[in-house]
Protein backbone atom coordinates (compact mmCIF):
# COMPACT_ATOMS: atom_id res chain seq x y z
CA UNK A 1 0.00 0.00 0.00
CA UNK A 2 1.52 3.58 -1.16
CA UNK A 3 2.16 5.26 1.65
CA UNK A 4 1.35 9.45 2.54
CA UNK A 5 2.21 11.67 -0.54
CA UNK A 6 3.22 15.43 -0.24
CA UNK A 7 4.05 17.65 -3.13
CA UNK A 8 5.86 19.96 -3.75
CA UNK A 9 9.27 18.76 -1.57
CA UNK A 10 10.75 22.11 -1.56
CA UNK A 11 9.62 25.24 -1.97
CA UNK A 12 11.38 29.13 -2.26
CA UNK A 13 8.89 32.11 -1.76
CA UNK A 14 9.53 35.30 -1.27
CA UNK A 15 7.41 36.88 1.64
CA UNK A 16 3.87 38.39 0.81
CA UNK A 17 3.16 35.29 -1.57
CA UNK A 18 1.14 33.03 -1.19
CA UNK A 19 1.79 29.39 -1.10
CA UNK A 20 -0.45 25.91 -1.61
CA UNK A 21 0.44 22.34 -0.38
CA UNK A 22 -0.51 19.24 -1.35
CA UNK A 23 -1.21 16.16 0.52
CA UNK A 24 -2.62 12.40 -0.93
CA UNK A 25 -3.26 9.97 2.18
CA UNK A 26 -3.10 6.13 2.55
CA UNK A 27 -5.44 4.60 0.66
CA UNK A 28 -8.83 3.76 2.57
CA UNK A 29 -7.69 6.95 5.73
CA UNK A 30 -10.34 9.62 5.47
CA UNK A 31 -8.21 11.86 8.01
CA UNK A 32 -5.21 14.22 7.09
CA UNK A 33 -3.72 15.92 9.58
CA UNK A 34 -1.28 19.13 9.35
CA UNK A 35 1.39 20.12 11.07
CA UNK A 36 4.74 23.04 11.30
CA UNK A 37 7.58 21.92 11.94
CA UNK A 38 9.96 24.15 13.50
CA UNK A 39 13.69 23.74 15.33
CA UNK A 40 12.30 25.57 18.53
CA UNK A 41 8.86 24.92 18.69
CA UNK A 42 8.36 21.16 17.57
CA UNK A 43 5.69 19.75 15.80
CA UNK A 44 2.38 22.39 16.43
CA UNK A 45 -1.06 21.00 14.83
CA UNK A 46 -2.58 23.12 12.30
CA UNK A 47 -5.81 21.74 11.17
CA UNK A 48 -7.23 18.13 10.82
CA UNK A 49 -10.08 17.18 8.08
CA UNK A 50 -12.15 14.31 8.18
CA UNK A 51 -14.80 13.00 5.39
CA UNK A 52 -14.11 16.64 3.56
CA UNK A 53 -14.67 18.84 7.07
CA UNK A 54 -12.02 20.43 9.22
CA UNK A 55 -12.80 18.83 12.95
CA UNK A 56 -9.73 20.69 14.62
CA UNK A 57 -7.99 23.65 14.54
CA UNK A 58 -4.61 24.55 15.56
CA UNK A 59 -3.22 28.35 16.92
CA UNK A 60 -2.56 29.61 14.17
CA UNK A 61 -3.67 32.87 12.02
CA UNK A 62 -6.65 32.66 9.53
CA UNK A 63 -3.48 32.89 7.09
CA UNK A 64 -2.97 29.27 7.61
CA UNK A 65 -6.44 27.63 5.50
CA UNK A 66 -6.72 24.25 4.50
CA UNK A 67 -9.39 21.84 2.59
CA UNK A 68 -9.84 18.17 1.65
CA UNK A 69 -11.14 16.97 -1.29
CA UNK A 70 -14.37 14.03 -2.05
CA UNK A 71 -10.83 11.65 -2.58
CA UNK A 72 -9.62 12.61 0.77
CA UNK A 73 -6.79 14.75 -0.72
CA UNK A 74 -6.28 17.67 1.43
CA UNK A 75 -4.51 20.95 0.73
CA UNK A 76 -3.35 23.58 2.86
CA UNK A 77 -2.67 27.21 2.01
CA UNK A 78 -0.62 30.51 3.46
CA UNK A 79 -1.06 33.54 2.33
CA UNK A 80 0.79 36.27 3.16
CA UNK A 81 4.08 34.83 3.89
CA UNK A 82 6.08 35.98 6.38
CA UNK A 83 9.74 34.51 7.67
CA UNK A 84 8.81 32.92 10.06
CA UNK A 85 6.30 31.04 8.25
CA UNK A 86 9.43 28.89 7.05
CA UNK A 87 9.18 25.37 8.27
CA UNK A 88 9.05 21.84 7.46
CA UNK A 89 5.04 20.93 6.96
CA UNK A 90 3.83 18.02 7.44
CA UNK A 91 0.42 15.92 6.75
CA UNK A 92 -0.32 12.53 8.77
CA UNK A 93 -2.89 10.48 7.26
CA UNK A 94 -5.32 7.99 9.61
CA UNK A 95 -8.26 5.93 9.39
CA UNK A 96 -10.73 7.73 11.84
CA UNK A 97 -10.38 11.70 12.87
CA UNK A 98 -8.53 12.47 15.96
CA UNK A 99 -5.82 11.34 18.11
CA UNK A 100 -7.32 7.73 18.19
CA UNK A 101 -5.62 6.23 15.70
CA UNK A 102 -2.54 5.94 14.18
CA UNK A 103 -1.38 8.90 12.36
CA UNK A 104 1.35 8.18 9.37
CA UNK A 105 3.52 10.82 8.37
CA UNK A 106 4.34 11.86 4.63
CA UNK A 107 7.42 13.31 3.93
CA UNK A 108 6.97 16.80 4.41
CA UNK A 109 7.16 20.15 2.08
CA UNK A 110 10.04 22.29 3.60
CA UNK A 111 8.91 26.03 2.62
CA UNK A 112 11.92 28.51 2.86
CA UNK A 113 10.23 31.88 3.08
CA UNK A 114 12.84 34.77 1.86
CA UNK B 1 1.81 22.05 33.36
CA UNK B 2 2.81 21.98 29.14
CA UNK B 3 0.36 18.80 28.39
CA UNK B 4 3.18 16.97 26.74
CA UNK B 5 6.28 16.73 28.85
CA UNK B 6 9.27 15.49 27.53
CA UNK B 7 12.89 15.92 28.33
CA UNK B 8 14.84 17.78 25.23
CA UNK B 9 18.29 15.63 26.05
CA UNK B 10 20.57 14.46 24.43
CA UNK B 11 20.60 11.64 25.81
CA UNK B 12 23.76 9.48 25.47
CA UNK B 13 24.00 5.89 25.70
CA UNK B 14 26.56 3.51 24.82
CA UNK B 15 26.03 0.82 22.23
CA UNK B 16 24.41 -2.64 23.21
CA UNK B 17 23.12 -0.58 26.38
CA UNK B 18 19.09 0.16 27.27
CA UNK B 19 17.68 3.54 25.98
CA UNK B 20 15.26 4.94 28.76
CA UNK B 21 12.83 7.89 27.37
CA UNK B 22 10.24 9.51 29.04
CA UNK B 23 7.15 11.62 28.27
CA UNK B 24 4.29 12.24 31.24
CA UNK B 25 0.91 14.17 29.73
CA UNK B 26 -1.26 16.36 31.84
CA UNK B 27 -4.90 14.59 31.07
CA UNK B 28 -6.32 11.57 32.96
CA UNK B 29 -8.61 10.58 30.61
CA UNK B 30 -5.99 10.32 27.31
CA UNK B 31 -6.42 7.00 26.05
CA UNK B 32 -4.44 6.63 23.09
CA UNK B 33 -0.05 6.93 23.21
CA UNK B 34 2.25 6.74 20.44
CA UNK B 35 5.91 6.91 19.97
CA UNK B 36 7.18 8.26 16.71
CA UNK B 37 11.30 8.31 15.58
CA UNK B 38 12.50 10.96 13.23
CA UNK B 39 15.80 11.50 12.18
CA UNK B 40 17.21 14.48 11.25
CA UNK B 41 15.81 16.10 8.03
CA UNK B 42 12.85 13.44 7.37
CA UNK B 43 9.41 13.15 8.92
CA UNK B 44 8.33 11.07 11.99
CA UNK B 45 7.82 7.16 11.70
CA UNK B 46 5.83 4.91 14.18
CA UNK B 47 7.34 2.83 16.59
CA UNK B 48 3.96 1.70 18.16
CA UNK B 49 1.24 2.95 19.50
CA UNK B 50 0.22 1.76 23.28
CA UNK B 51 -3.64 2.17 24.65
CA UNK B 52 -3.95 -0.10 28.15
CA UNK B 53 -1.51 0.24 31.21
CA UNK B 54 1.44 -2.23 31.15
CA UNK B 55 4.09 -3.16 28.70
CA UNK B 56 3.99 -3.62 25.06
CA UNK B 57 7.21 -4.83 23.20
CA UNK B 58 7.97 -4.87 19.78
CA UNK B 59 11.73 -6.43 18.58
CA UNK B 60 14.30 -4.21 20.87
CA UNK B 61 11.04 -1.75 21.53
CA UNK B 62 9.45 -1.92 24.94
CA UNK B 63 6.79 0.67 25.81
CA UNK B 64 5.58 1.10 29.39
CA UNK B 65 2.19 2.75 30.20
CA UNK B 66 1.70 3.85 33.75
CA UNK B 67 -2.11 5.72 33.89
CA UNK B 68 -2.15 6.28 37.11
CA UNK B 69 1.08 8.65 37.18
CA UNK B 70 0.27 9.90 33.62
CA UNK B 71 3.83 8.87 32.15
CA UNK B 72 4.26 6.43 28.90
CA UNK B 73 7.83 5.31 28.47
CA UNK B 74 10.03 3.52 25.87
CA UNK B 75 12.62 1.60 25.83
CA UNK B 76 15.27 0.48 23.58
CA UNK B 77 17.07 -2.86 24.52
CA UNK B 78 20.77 -3.00 22.72
CA UNK B 79 20.81 0.21 21.63
CA UNK B 80 22.75 0.50 17.59
CA UNK B 81 24.11 3.87 16.49
CA UNK B 82 21.27 3.63 13.81
CA UNK B 83 18.59 4.61 16.89
CA UNK B 84 20.39 7.45 17.19
CA UNK B 85 17.19 10.25 16.07
CA UNK B 86 14.80 12.51 18.02
CA UNK B 87 11.98 10.26 19.69
CA UNK B 88 8.34 12.25 19.96
CA UNK B 89 5.61 11.18 22.22
CA UNK B 90 2.17 11.56 21.55
CA UNK B 91 -1.08 11.49 23.56
CA UNK B 92 -4.57 12.01 22.70
CA UNK B 93 -4.86 14.19 25.33
CA UNK B 94 -9.14 13.88 25.96
CA UNK B 95 -9.59 10.81 24.86
CA UNK B 96 -11.72 11.26 21.93
CA UNK B 97 -12.00 11.04 18.10
CA UNK B 98 -13.18 15.13 18.32
CA UNK B 99 -9.59 16.04 19.67
CA UNK B 100 -5.82 16.11 17.67
CA UNK B 101 -2.56 14.32 19.26
CA UNK B 102 -0.25 16.45 21.02
CA UNK B 103 3.06 15.72 20.77
CA UNK B 104 5.85 16.22 22.76
CA UNK B 105 8.62 18.43 21.75
CA UNK B 106 10.88 15.06 21.40
CA UNK B 107 14.28 13.82 23.19
CA UNK B 108 16.94 13.64 21.11
CA UNK B 109 19.05 10.58 21.68
CA UNK B 110 22.71 9.30 20.66
CA UNK B 111 24.15 6.06 20.68
CA UNK B 112 27.69 6.34 20.79
CA UNK B 113 29.68 3.44 19.02
Known amino acids: KAGVTQTPRYLIKTRGQQVTLSCSPI?????VSWYQQTPGQGLQFLFE???????NKGNFPGRFSGRQFSNSRSEMNVSTLELGDSALYLC?????????????FGPGTRLTVL | QKEVEQNSGPLSVPEGAIASLNCTYS??????FFWYRQYSGKSPELIMS????GDKEDGRFTAQLNKASQYVSLLIRDSQPSDSATYLC?????????????FGKGTRLSVIA
Open chain 2, 50 to 53: IYSN
Open chain 2, 27 to 32: DRVSQS
Open chain 1, 27 to 31: SGHRS
Open chain 1, 92 to 104: ASSLGPGGTDTQY
Open chain 1, 49 to 55: YFSETQR
Open chain 2, 90 to 102: AVNLRGSGNTPLV
